[in-house]
């Protein structure tokens, strides 16, 4: 057998060299997108999808899963500056909350719509409690609107015979599952004198899964279920 001309081996060469450059277009046109295949980033970044970059995503609470709309702000996420903010009421918010207290889905998981006179009533106690308590029930204004769209606070209430502070919080619909509940609440809590905090309950029904993952990531904790004004209702502790 006569030994292959140096054409002949030259060819050879390149023939392996374009194969190898196919196989390395074919892998760069077609990544890998086997579930679990984690690729990473210049950055040092593991993501789980090689062709996009990666993404914090939010999980839901313990017990509960996420309400948010899909692709609004994560409930949990710490912005750079809050989009709400809470202030001690004024006799000029009267109107707005008589409005709201009057109103069905505001009130929902409450104990029921209020008729114009119990709401300003309930608006007086509100000025009342704030005159004492710098840490009651104030109104949540959203900044990019300017408007009031909810409260957060503590207030009074019995509990075997004793008056204790609840703290709660409630928002229009339009203004839930974005993470206002707990940008204001972090806010109010965060005037509450360290030797009052043991004082303060959070009463939640047992249905209302948003609020009580609000209530855990505030740091309350649960301590019983018991009737409250013939409702049973989950009790918390901060």
């Known amino acids: 057998m006569e030994e292959p001309g140096r054409d002949e081996i030259v060819s050879a060469d390149e023939f392996r060299r374009e194969r190898s450059q196919a196989k390395r277009s074919k892998r760069e046109a077609c990544p890998d997108s086997k579930p679990g295949r984690e690729a990473t980033r210049d950055d040092g970044v593991v993501t789980n999808d090689p062709t996009k970059p990666h993404t914090n995503l939010p999980r839901p609470e313990d017990?509960?899963?996420?309400?948010?709309?899909?692709g609004s702000t994560p409930p949990d996420v710490e912005l750079g500056a809050s989009r709400v903010e809470v202030r001690l009421p004024t006799e000029a918010d009267r109107p707005r909350f008589v409005e709201l207290f009057c109103d069905d889905a505001f009130m929902v998981f409450s104990d029921g719509t209020l008729h114009e006179n119990e709401a300003h009533a309930r608006f007086d106690r509100m000025l009342g409690n704030t005159a004492e308590l710098n840490f009651a029930k104030q109104p949540v204004i959203e900044r990019s609107s300017d408007c009031v769209v909810g409260y957060a606070g503590v207030d009074w209430f019995e509990l075997d015979g004793q008056q204790r502070l609840e703290f709660g919080y409630r928002l229009v619909p339009e203004a839930r599952g974005r993470g206002y509940a707990t940008e204001a609440s972090r806010a109010v809590l965060a005037k509450v004198p360290a030797s009052r905090r043991s004082e303060i309950l959070a009463i939640i029904d047992p249905t209302n899964k948003a609020s009580q993952n609000v209530a855990r990531k505030l740091g309350f904790r649960?301590?019983?279920?018991?009737?409250?004004?013939?409702?049973?209702?989950?009790?918390?502790?901060?």
């Open 63 to 70: 017990g509960g899963s996420s309400d948010r709309p899909t």
């Open 222 to 238: 649960f301590w019983k279920q018991a009737v409250i004004d013939d409702c049973v209702r989950n009790l918390y502790t901060l």
